[in-house]
Protein backbone atom coordinates (compact mmCIF):
# COMPACT_ATOMS: atom_id res chain seq x y z
CA UNK A 1 0.00 0.00 0.00
CA UNK A 2 0.94 3.37 -0.31
CA UNK A 3 0.95 6.04 2.56
CA UNK A 4 -2.09 8.73 2.71
CA UNK A 5 -1.08 12.27 1.41
CA UNK A 6 0.55 14.34 4.35
CA UNK A 7 2.39 17.11 4.45
CA UNK A 8 6.21 17.03 5.27
CA UNK A 9 7.93 19.66 6.64
CA UNK A 10 12.13 18.47 7.45
CA UNK A 11 12.46 20.77 10.78
CA UNK A 12 15.15 23.40 10.91
CA UNK A 13 14.97 23.31 14.63
CA UNK A 14 14.15 21.72 17.72
CA UNK A 15 12.19 24.60 18.64
CA UNK A 16 10.61 24.33 15.61
CA UNK A 17 9.47 21.00 15.48
CA UNK A 18 8.39 21.44 19.42
CA UNK A 19 5.98 24.30 18.18
CA UNK A 20 4.75 22.30 15.21
CA UNK A 21 3.75 19.31 17.66
CA UNK A 22 2.13 21.94 20.04
CA UNK A 23 0.12 23.57 17.14
CA UNK A 24 -1.24 20.18 15.11
CA UNK A 25 -1.67 17.99 18.45
CA UNK A 26 -2.15 13.85 17.55
CA UNK A 27 -2.17 15.39 13.71
CA UNK A 28 1.39 15.78 13.96
CA UNK A 29 4.09 12.84 13.80
CA UNK A 30 7.63 13.26 14.20
CA UNK A 31 10.01 11.15 11.90
CA UNK A 32 13.21 10.21 12.75
CA UNK A 33 14.57 6.80 11.09
CA UNK A 34 11.42 5.38 9.69
CA UNK A 35 12.43 2.19 9.93
CA UNK A 36 9.10 2.08 11.81
CA UNK A 37 6.80 4.52 11.12
CA UNK A 38 6.87 4.53 7.37
CA UNK A 39 5.77 0.83 7.37
CA UNK A 40 2.44 2.14 9.19
CA UNK A 41 2.09 4.83 6.59
CA UNK A 42 2.11 2.37 4.58
CA UNK A 43 -0.08 0.27 5.83
CA UNK A 44 -2.57 3.51 6.69
CA UNK A 45 -1.87 2.71 10.75
CA UNK A 46 -1.22 6.08 10.42
CA UNK A 47 -2.45 8.68 8.68
CA UNK A 48 -0.66 11.99 10.67
CA UNK A 49 -1.42 15.26 8.86
CA UNK A 50 1.96 16.39 9.19
CA UNK A 51 5.56 14.40 9.16
CA UNK A 52 8.50 16.48 10.98
CA UNK A 53 11.03 15.32 10.31
CA UNK A 54 13.70 15.35 12.82
CA UNK A 55 16.69 13.44 11.20
CA UNK A 56 19.09 15.88 10.26
CA UNK A 57 18.72 18.17 13.29
CA UNK A 58 22.52 18.08 14.07
CA UNK A 59 21.47 19.34 18.45
CA UNK A 60 20.03 16.02 18.10
CA UNK A 61 22.88 14.00 16.94
CA UNK A 62 25.72 14.29 19.26
CA UNK A 63 26.56 11.93 22.22
CA UNK A 64 28.58 13.27 25.05
CA UNK A 65 30.26 11.52 27.97
CA UNK A 66 30.45 12.95 31.32
CA UNK A 67 31.81 11.80 34.22
CA UNK A 68 29.25 9.27 35.10
CA UNK A 69 26.58 8.60 31.91
CA UNK A 70 26.64 8.91 28.17
CA UNK A 71 24.36 11.51 26.68
CA UNK A 72 23.63 9.74 23.84
CA UNK A 73 21.47 12.45 21.08
CA UNK A 74 17.88 10.87 20.39
CA UNK A 75 18.57 10.62 17.12
CA UNK A 76 21.84 8.77 17.59
CA UNK A 77 21.46 5.74 14.85
CA UNK A 78 21.88 1.67 15.88
CA UNK A 79 24.98 1.87 13.20
CA UNK A 80 26.67 4.43 14.90
CA UNK A 81 26.46 2.70 18.53
CA UNK A 82 27.48 -0.71 16.53
CA UNK A 83 30.07 0.98 14.78
CA UNK A 84 31.68 2.50 17.95
CA UNK A 85 31.43 6.28 16.11
CA UNK A 86 30.29 7.14 19.55
CA UNK A 87 30.89 5.89 23.46
CA UNK A 88 29.64 3.12 25.20
CA UNK A 89 28.87 3.16 28.72
CA UNK A 90 31.02 0.22 29.37
CA UNK A 91 32.46 -3.48 27.95
CA UNK A 92 30.97 -3.40 24.69
CA UNK A 93 27.00 -3.73 25.74
CA UNK A 94 25.29 -1.22 23.49
CA UNK A 95 27.58 -1.92 20.46
CA UNK A 96 26.11 -5.82 21.02
CA UNK A 97 23.03 -4.73 21.51
CA UNK A 98 22.75 -2.64 18.11
CA UNK A 99 24.47 -5.05 15.84
CA UNK A 100 21.77 -7.59 16.49
CA UNK A 101 19.39 -5.17 15.49
CA UNK A 102 17.56 -5.53 11.98
CA UNK A 103 19.07 -5.19 9.46
CA UNK A 104 22.43 -3.11 8.39
CA UNK A 105 20.15 -1.05 6.09
CA UNK A 106 17.41 -0.33 9.46
CA UNK A 107 20.52 0.20 11.69
CA UNK A 108 21.39 2.91 9.35
CA UNK A 109 18.57 4.84 10.23
CA UNK A 110 16.72 3.58 13.03
CA UNK A 111 17.19 5.87 15.86
CA UNK A 112 17.59 5.49 19.76
CA UNK A 113 14.79 7.58 20.14
CA UNK A 114 12.53 6.16 17.46
CA UNK A 115 13.00 2.74 19.16
CA UNK A 116 11.90 3.78 22.65
CA UNK A 117 9.12 6.48 21.26
CA UNK A 118 7.48 3.15 19.12
CA UNK A 119 7.09 1.69 22.27
CA UNK A 120 7.25 -1.81 21.23
CA UNK A 121 8.75 -4.47 23.99
CA UNK A 122 10.45 -7.01 21.45
CA UNK A 123 12.75 -4.10 20.40
CA UNK A 124 15.59 -4.42 21.88
CA UNK A 125 16.04 -0.50 23.30
CA UNK A 126 13.44 -0.46 25.54
CA UNK A 127 14.65 -3.02 27.63
CA UNK A 128 18.54 -2.66 27.89
CA UNK A 129 17.91 0.86 28.90
CA UNK A 130 15.18 -0.22 31.24
CA UNK A 131 17.72 -2.55 32.80
CA UNK A 132 20.85 0.01 32.58
CA UNK A 133 18.82 2.68 34.80
CA UNK A 134 19.05 5.50 31.69
CA UNK A 135 16.70 8.38 32.07
CA UNK A 136 15.08 9.49 29.20
CA UNK A 137 14.97 13.46 27.94
CA UNK A 138 12.03 14.77 26.24
CA UNK A 139 11.08 18.11 25.82
CA UNK A 140 7.63 20.25 24.59
CA UNK A 141 6.28 23.76 24.80
CA UNK A 142 5.32 22.91 28.33
CA UNK A 143 8.52 22.30 29.02
CA UNK A 144 11.51 19.48 29.43
CA UNK A 145 10.87 16.34 31.92
CA UNK A 146 13.03 13.82 32.76
CA UNK A 147 11.23 10.12 32.96
CA UNK A 148 12.83 6.95 33.92
CA UNK A 149 13.35 4.11 30.72
CA UNK A 150 12.76 1.36 33.53
CA UNK A 151 8.40 2.08 33.24
CA UNK A 152 8.36 4.18 30.48
CA UNK A 153 6.80 1.61 28.13
CA UNK A 154 3.26 1.35 29.56
CA UNK A 155 1.60 -1.23 27.64
CA UNK A 156 1.48 -2.44 24.31
CA UNK A 157 2.80 0.00 21.76
CA UNK A 158 2.14 2.48 24.60
CA UNK A 159 4.35 4.85 26.25
CA UNK A 160 4.92 7.65 29.25
CA UNK A 161 5.24 10.44 26.15
CA UNK A 162 2.66 12.78 25.62
CA UNK A 163 1.93 13.59 21.69
CA UNK A 164 3.27 17.01 21.97
CA UNK A 165 6.65 15.83 23.46
CA UNK A 166 10.04 15.27 21.46
CA UNK A 167 12.72 12.61 23.03
CA UNK A 168 15.88 15.00 22.65
CA UNK A 169 18.40 12.71 24.42
CA UNK A 170 18.56 9.21 26.58
CA UNK A 171 21.35 9.52 29.46
CA UNK A 172 23.25 6.32 30.18
CA UNK A 173 24.94 5.60 33.57
CA UNK A 174 28.66 4.68 32.29
CA UNK A 175 29.07 1.06 34.01
CA UNK A 176 31.66 1.07 36.52
CA UNK A 177 34.75 -2.02 37.01
CA UNK A 178 32.31 -3.17 39.45
CA UNK A 179 29.22 -3.97 37.12
CA UNK A 180 28.93 -6.95 34.23
CA UNK A 181 26.36 -7.45 32.08
CA UNK A 182 25.16 -10.49 29.94
CA UNK A 183 22.85 -10.02 26.77
CA UNK A 184 20.97 -12.52 24.69
CA UNK A 185 18.33 -11.99 22.02
CA UNK A 186 16.77 -15.21 20.60
CA UNK A 187 15.16 -14.77 17.09
CA UNK A 188 14.40 -18.16 14.62
CA UNK A 189 16.61 -15.57 11.50
CA UNK A 190 18.96 -13.03 11.98
CA UNK A 191 17.44 -10.15 10.86
CA UNK A 192 14.55 -10.53 12.80
CA UNK A 193 12.15 -8.98 16.28
CA UNK A 194 13.18 -10.81 19.19
CA UNK A 195 11.19 -13.83 20.74
CA UNK A 196 13.06 -13.59 23.60
CA UNK A 197 15.28 -10.77 24.87
CA UNK A 198 17.27 -11.04 28.40
CA UNK A 199 19.98 -8.62 30.16
CA UNK A 200 21.57 -9.07 33.64
CA UNK A 201 23.65 -6.75 34.79
CA UNK A 202 25.23 -7.23 38.13
CA UNK A 203 27.31 -5.17 40.48
CA UNK A 204 29.86 -7.05 42.49
CA UNK A 205 31.50 -5.85 46.02
CA UNK A 206 34.19 -8.20 47.29
CA UNK A 207 33.13 -10.93 44.68
CA UNK A 208 29.96 -11.29 45.45
CA UNK A 209 26.22 -9.95 44.25
CA UNK A 210 25.45 -6.85 45.51
CA UNK A 211 22.26 -5.73 43.34
CA UNK A 212 21.22 -7.63 40.34
CA UNK A 213 19.06 -6.27 37.55
CA UNK A 214 17.32 -8.60 35.49
CA UNK A 215 15.10 -8.15 32.48
CA UNK A 216 12.86 -9.77 29.71
CA UNK A 217 11.68 -8.45 26.64
CA UNK A 218 9.19 -9.83 24.59
CA UNK A 219 7.65 -11.35 27.18
CA UNK A 220 4.39 -9.36 27.55
CA UNK A 221 3.33 -5.42 26.30
CA UNK A 222 6.47 -3.64 28.60
CA UNK A 223 9.85 -4.20 29.23
CA UNK A 224 9.50 -7.39 32.78
CA UNK A 225 11.82 -6.77 35.45
CA UNK A 226 12.64 -10.44 37.45
CA UNK A 227 13.24 -9.88 40.89
CA UNK A 228 14.90 -13.34 42.47
CA UNK A 229 14.74 -13.60 46.26
CA UNK A 230 17.47 -12.48 47.77
CA UNK A 231 18.63 -15.71 49.14
CA UNK A 232 18.45 -17.16 45.45
CA UNK A 233 20.86 -14.69 43.52
CA UNK A 234 23.75 -13.65 45.66
CA UNK A 235 27.40 -14.74 46.25
CA UNK A 236 29.17 -15.41 43.44
CA UNK A 237 25.63 -16.01 41.82
CA UNK A 238 26.96 -19.58 40.23
CA UNK A 239 24.13 -21.55 41.45
CA UNK A 240 20.75 -20.15 40.38
CA UNK A 241 18.14 -23.15 39.86
CA UNK A 242 16.71 -23.04 36.80
CA UNK A 243 13.22 -23.65 39.01
CA UNK A 244 13.58 -20.16 40.59
CA UNK A 245 13.98 -18.42 37.26
CA UNK A 246 10.75 -20.16 36.31
CA UNK A 247 8.83 -19.56 39.11
CA UNK A 248 10.13 -15.65 39.19
CA UNK A 249 9.11 -15.92 34.87
CA UNK A 250 5.75 -17.13 35.68
CA UNK A 251 5.08 -15.16 38.18
CA UNK A 252 5.11 -12.36 35.74
CA UNK A 253 3.91 -14.04 32.23
CA UNK A 254 1.66 -16.13 33.94
CA UNK A 255 0.84 -20.21 34.12
CA UNK A 256 1.65 -21.95 31.28
CA UNK A 257 -1.12 -23.93 30.38
CA UNK A 258 -0.56 -25.01 26.82
CA UNK A 259 2.31 -26.38 24.94
CA UNK A 260 2.75 -23.18 23.37
CA UNK A 261 3.18 -21.38 27.01
CA UNK A 262 5.32 -23.98 27.84
CA UNK A 263 7.65 -23.14 25.15
CA UNK A 264 7.35 -19.61 25.76
CA UNK A 265 8.18 -19.72 29.27
CA UNK A 266 11.03 -22.24 28.56
CA UNK A 267 12.39 -19.82 25.91
CA UNK A 268 12.44 -16.90 28.21
CA UNK A 269 13.91 -18.73 31.39
CA UNK A 270 16.97 -20.15 28.93
CA UNK A 271 17.60 -16.85 27.93
CA UNK A 272 17.04 -15.16 31.23
CA UNK A 273 19.69 -18.24 32.24
CA UNK A 274 22.10 -17.47 29.90
CA UNK A 275 22.36 -14.00 29.92
CA UNK A 276 22.93 -14.49 33.99
CA UNK A 277 25.71 -16.99 33.38
CA UNK A 278 27.15 -14.20 30.46
CA UNK A 279 27.67 -11.30 33.63
CA UNK A 280 28.95 -13.80 36.10
CA UNK A 281 31.36 -15.12 33.62
CA UNK A 282 32.99 -11.43 32.69
CA UNK A 283 33.06 -11.39 36.65
CA UNK A 284 35.10 -14.59 36.41
CA UNK A 285 37.45 -13.30 33.24
CA UNK A 286 37.76 -10.19 35.48
CA UNK A 287 39.19 -11.58 38.27
CA UNK A 288 41.33 -13.59 36.34
CA UNK A 289 42.83 -10.63 34.46
CA UNK A 290 43.62 -8.17 37.39
C1 LIG B 1 13.03 -4.95 8.62
C2 LIG B 1 13.08 -4.31 9.98
C3 LIG B 1 13.61 -5.04 11.03
C4 LIG B 1 13.67 -4.48 12.30
N1 LIG B 1 14.18 -5.22 13.32
C5 LIG B 1 14.25 -4.69 14.54
C6 LIG B 1 14.80 -5.44 15.64
O1 LIG B 1 15.24 -6.58 15.49
N2 LIG B 1 14.83 -4.83 16.85
C7 LIG B 1 14.39 -3.56 17.06
O2 LIG B 1 14.45 -3.07 18.18
N3 LIG B 1 13.87 -2.84 16.06
C8 LIG B 1 13.80 -3.36 14.81
N4 LIG B 1 13.27 -2.61 13.80
C9 LIG B 1 12.79 -1.25 14.11
C10 LIG B 1 13.94 -0.25 14.04
O3 LIG B 1 14.81 -0.44 15.14
C11 LIG B 1 13.49 1.21 14.08
O4 LIG B 1 14.61 1.94 13.75
C12 LIG B 1 13.01 1.78 15.38
O5 LIG B 1 12.02 0.99 15.95
C13 LIG B 1 12.40 3.18 15.16
O6 LIG B 1 13.39 4.12 14.97
P1 LIG B 1 13.26 5.20 13.81
O7 LIG B 1 14.29 6.22 14.05
O8 LIG B 1 13.28 4.52 12.50
O9 LIG B 1 11.82 5.84 14.13
P2 LIG B 1 10.64 6.31 13.16
O10 LIG B 1 10.17 5.14 12.36
O11 LIG B 1 11.03 7.53 12.42
O12 LIG B 1 9.57 6.68 14.25
C14 LIG B 1 9.00 5.69 15.08
C15 LIG B 1 8.07 6.38 16.08
O13 LIG B 1 8.83 7.14 17.00
C16 LIG B 1 8.44 8.52 16.96
N5 LIG B 1 9.67 9.27 17.15
C17 LIG B 1 10.82 9.18 16.44
N6 LIG B 1 11.77 9.95 16.98
C18 LIG B 1 11.22 10.54 18.06
C19 LIG B 1 11.71 11.45 19.05
N7 LIG B 1 12.98 11.91 19.05
N8 LIG B 1 10.86 11.86 20.01
C20 LIG B 1 9.59 11.40 20.07
N9 LIG B 1 9.07 10.54 19.17
C21 LIG B 1 9.88 10.11 18.17
C22 LIG B 1 7.76 8.70 15.61
O14 LIG B 1 6.83 9.76 15.63
C23 LIG B 1 7.09 7.36 15.44
O15 LIG B 1 5.90 7.32 16.18
C24 LIG B 1 13.19 -3.15 12.53
C25 LIG B 1 12.67 -2.41 11.46
C26 LIG B 1 12.61 -2.98 10.19
C27 LIG B 1 12.05 -2.17 9.07
Request: aromatic content about 6%; glycine content about 10%; overall charge negative.
Amino acid sequence: MKPAPVKYLAADSLEQAVDVLASFGDEAKLIAGGQSLVPMLNMRLAQPEVLVDISRLAELRDAVQGPVSVLYGATTTHGRIEDGAVPDVGGGLLAAVASGIGYRAVRNRGTLAGSLAHADASAEWPVVLAALGATIHVRSVRGTRELPAAGFLRGFFTSALESDEVIVAVEVPVLGPDVTWGYLKFARKDGEFAESLAVAVLRWVDGQIANSELWLGAASGIPLAVVLPEDVIHGTGEVVARTDLVNAVSGLVGAARTAEDRYRLNLHVTTLSRALRQAVQRRSAHDVAV
